[in-house]
C-alpha cells in the first residue's frame, strides 16, 4: 500500500492535473504516504559522541545550493552552483555527520538506518473487500461538469504507469449528466410536440400552427446565446421552468386576430394583404405586450433571494426572463413577415359569410345559456377552487425533489474510539458481503479522513458507494443491508 500511494502521489495526481485543466486537485485516501525513518542506534551515537542536535544540523543542510562564483573561459561566464539532492536512501545513509580525530567521517548508517516508512494515517480506503488507494478529482468551480468529466475519462486512458500498478473508474458522473440532459430533452420534446397539437386545434390551421410553433425554438436559440454570455449553465434548473405555452402566447393572439382580419376582410392585392396584417398586429400589440410584461413581472422577485435557494433560482428566472422577451420581440418582428409569406387568404367576394368552425358554433351556442345562470358559474367556480385547494394541501411539499442517480451510499457508524486498521478490517467484511447481492455491480468505501481533508471524518465513520445494476431495485438493497447492518 505504500507503493500504491506513492505512484497515486507522484505519478497519477500530476498526470490527472496537467491533463485536464477543470481539475483544481486529486485527493487521496487510502495506503501509506511515503516517509523516510531515521531509527538511532543510541550506544552507536554514545560511542562516537554525537547527540541528536549534531544529526539534526547535519540533516537540515541536506537538499540546500551553494554558490561557487563563476569561471571565465574563452570570453564567457560559467556561474557554478552546487546542488545538495539525495536522490536515494544510501546517499542519505552516506552523509557525514562529523569526523574522527584522524579524519575518518562518521556517517549516518553508522549510528542509525535509514529506510522507507509509511506515515501514519486517520483514513483508509477499500473496495470490493480488498483494501485500496482512492483517488477523487475534485473540479474547479464554475467549470462545466460535463467537459470535465469527458476530460478526465479521455485523461484516465491516457496515463503512464507502472506496469503493476491498474487505474479503474469506481464512480463518476457522465451517467447521471446524461440522464439529466435526457430528461430535460424529452421534457421539452413532449412540450413542444404538445404545444404544436394544441395550436392546430386553437388555430384550426396547419401552416399558422407550424409558423407560431417556430417561435420556440428561435427563442430558445436566442436564450441559448444570452445564457452563454451571462454564464449561466443549460441545467434542470435553469431550463426547466420554461413554459413552451408562455413562449407562444403572445404569436397566438397575433396570429389568430390576422386570420380572424384575413376572414372577413376580402383581400384581393398584395397590398391588402400586408395592411391587413400590420393592422391586425398593432391592434393586439399592447395587450400582448402587457400580459407578457406583467409574466415577466412574477419572477421578478426571485432576485431578491439570497443563499442557497438564490443560488438555485436565480438562473431559472433569469432564463425564463429572456426566453419571454425573445417570445415577444419575435412574435412583434418576425412572425408577420412569416405570416405574410406562407399564410394565403380564403378567396372570396366582399360580405360572404364566413364559414364557422364547430368549436366556434358550439361555443356560441353554449356560452348565452351559461351567462343566464351566473349562480350556477359562480358555485360551481367556488367548489370546483374549493376541490383543488383540497387537493392542494394534501399533496405535501418539498425544497427540492429528491434525485435518483441509481445508486446508494451507506454511511456507517463505529465505537469511537475504533481504530482505522480495526475499521478498515471490519469494512472490507461488510464489502464482502454486499457483493453477495447480485443487485449490486461493485462498492467501495472511504474511511475517516482523507489527505486534503475537505470532508474530515473521524476514522469511526465509513461511507460505502454502492453501484447497483438495475435502478428499480433500491428498496429491496435497502431491506436487504439493514439486515446486514
Known sequence: MLYLRTVQDYTVRPQIKALVPGIVEVDSNGGYEK??????NPNKMKFWGITIDQLIGELSTIGESFGGGFIENDGKLAIVRAYGIKKSLNSLSEVTVRRTLTGSPIRVSDIAEVKEHGKQRLGGASSEGKEIVLGTAMMLRGENSFQVNSDLNRAVSLLKLPEDVQVRILLERSFLIHSTIL???KNLSEGAVLVILTLFFILYNIKASIIVAAIIP????LTAIFMKVFGISANLMSLGAIDFG???DASIVITENVLTRFERDAIFSREEKIRTILNASLEVLKPVSFGIVVIMLVYVPIFTL????????RPMAQTVLFALGFSLILAVFFLPP???FFITPPKRIVNQEVKKSRIVILYETYLPVLLKKPKLIIIGSILFFLLTLFIYFRMGTVFLPKLMEGDLMLVIVREGDISIEESLKEQKEVEKLLMQMPEIQSVFSRIGTSSVANDPMGTFNADTFIILKKESLNDLLEEKIGKIC
Open 218 to 221: 428561435g427563442s430558445m436559440l
Open 246 to 248: 408562455l413562449l407562444v
Open 338 to 340: 412569416l405570416l405574410f
Open 306 to 313: 439570497d443563499g442557497i435557494p438564490g443560488k438555485m433560482f
Open 35 to 40: 516517509e523516510i525513518h531515521i531509527d538511532l
Open 183 to 185: 430528461t430535460v430533452t
